[in-house]
C-alpha cells in the first residue's frame, strides 16, 4: 500500500493511539502528494504525475534524517486535468471538488493535533488551486502552515540534462517526464511510441505566452495532436535517474526547511 513511501514515513500505517501520543506535533510534517490521472501522449500512462510526486517523495524520505518527523499521506490521484479531456483515459475534478477535498484532508490533519501541512502537488494545471487552498485554511485556522508547493520548484539539474529548446518549450510529456519514468516505472514506458511536437510558434514580439507573466488559456488539443508538448525522443534511463536524485535532494532540503519554519510575527 505505500508504494515507494519507507513503511515508516506512511501516515495511514500509524494507529490513533500512535498519532495521540506523537510528541511535538505542531512541527511534524505532513506531506500530501497531489497527482493526476490524464494523458501523456502515446508513450507514457495516464499516471505520470502522480508517479513522479510519490516517486520523488518516496526517495527523499529514505534520505531525510530520521530525527526529523515527516509522513506521507495517500497520495490524490485524480486532480484538475480538464485541459487534457478531449484525450480518452483523462480524469478530471472539477475546480470546486478538488477544491473541497483538500480542504477537508486539511481540516483532518488539524484536528489531528498537527501544523505543518505540505501540498506536494506534480500537475501543472493545478498550482493555483493548491496555493488558493493553502491560504483559506491558514485563514480558517490561524496557527496551521500550508505549503503550497510544485514537486519540480526545488533546486535540481533538469534543465542542464535537456536541450535550450527542450529547457523553454517542454511542458508536457517531454524529456523530462519521460526520463524520469524510465527510472521510475520503466516497465510502463513505450520509447517505440515516443513522438516530438512542439506547439505552434508565437508571434516574436508578443508579450503573450503559453507560460508566463502573460499567459493565454489553452487546452491541449490547441496545441498538440499527439498530447505531447516536447520531445520523448531523446529520454533516458540514466538522464532519468539524475534527475530523480537530483529532484529528490531538492525534496530532503524543502522538508528539512518546514520542519525548522517558525509562522512569521509582526514586529
Same mark, same amino acid.
Request: aromatic fraction near 8%; proline fraction near 7%; charged fraction near 20%.
Given at each position: ?20 501520543? @506523537? ?11 497531489? =497527482?493526476?490521472? #490524464? ?12 508517479? %513522479? ?11 531525510? $534524517? ?53 501540498? @506536494? ?18 485563514? +480558517?485556522? =490561524? ?16 534543465? *542542464?540534462?535537456?536541450?535550450?529548446? *527542450?529547457?523553454?518549450?517542454? @511542458?508536457?510529456?517531454? $524529456?523530462? *517526464? ?8 520503466? #516497465? +510502463? ?11 505552434? *510558434? ?8 503559453? #507560460? ?9 488539443? &490547441? ?6 508538448? =516536447? ?13 530523480? #536524485? ?8 524543502? %522538508?528539512? &526547511? ?10
Amino acid at each position: 500500500m505505500h508504494n515507494f513511501i519507507p513503511p515508516e514515513r506512511f501516515f495511514p500505517y500509524l494507529t490513533w493511539t500512535d498519532i495521540q501520543a @506523537m510528541p511535538n506535533k505542531e512541527n511534524v510534517v505532513i506531506i500530501q502528494p497531489v =497527482g493526476a490521472i #490524464e494523458q501523456h501522449g502515446p508513450h507514457l500512462p495516464l499516471i505520470v504525475d502522480a508517479a %513522479i510526486g510519490v516517486g520523488v517523495l518516496g526517495e527523499a524520505l529514505k534520505k531525510l $534524517d530520521t530525527s526529523i518527523p515527516a509522513y506521507a499521506l495517500p497520495t490524490l490521484y485524480y486532480g484538475k486535468s480538464n485541459e487534457h479531456w478531449h484525450f480518452p483515459g483523462t480524469i478530471t475534478l472539477s475546480t470546486q471538488t478538488l477544491t473541497a477535498v483538500i480542504m477537508e484532508m486539511g481540516e483532518s490533519i488539524y484536528r489531528a493535533g498537527f501544523r505543518k501541512l505540505v501540498l @506536494m502537488n506534480s500537475h501543472g494545471g493545478q498550482p493555483q488551486v493548491m496555493q488558493m487552498v493553502a491560504r483559506d485554511l491558514h485563514i +480558517q485556522y =490561524g496557527d496551521f502552515l500550508v505549503f503550497p508547493l510544485f514537486t519540480w520548484r526545488v533546486p535540481h539539474i533538469t534543465k *542542464e540534462l535537456l536541450t535550450p529548446k *527542450e529547457a523553454a518549450q517542454g @511542458m508536457h510529456a517531454g $524529456d523530462a *517526464e519521460t526520463s524520469i519514468m524510465l527510472a521510475i516505472l520503466p #516497465e +510502463q514506458v513505450r520509447m517505440d511510441q515516443a513522438v516530438a511536437e512542439y506547439p505552434p *510558434e508565437q508571434e516574436e514580439r508578443s508579450l503573450l505566452s503559453l #507560460e508566463g507573466k502573460l499567459p493565454v488559456s489553452w487546452a491541449t488539443k &490547441d496545441i498538440s495532436k499527439t498530447g505531447v508538448i =516536447g520531445d520523448a525522443t531523446t529520454a533516458t534511463k540514466e538522464k532519468g535517474d539524475r534527475i530523480l #536524485e537530483s529532484v529528490s535532494n531538492g525534496w530532503v532540503q524543502a %522538508i528539512e &526547511d518546514i520542519y525548522a519554519f517558525v509562522q512569521p510575527q509582526p514586529r
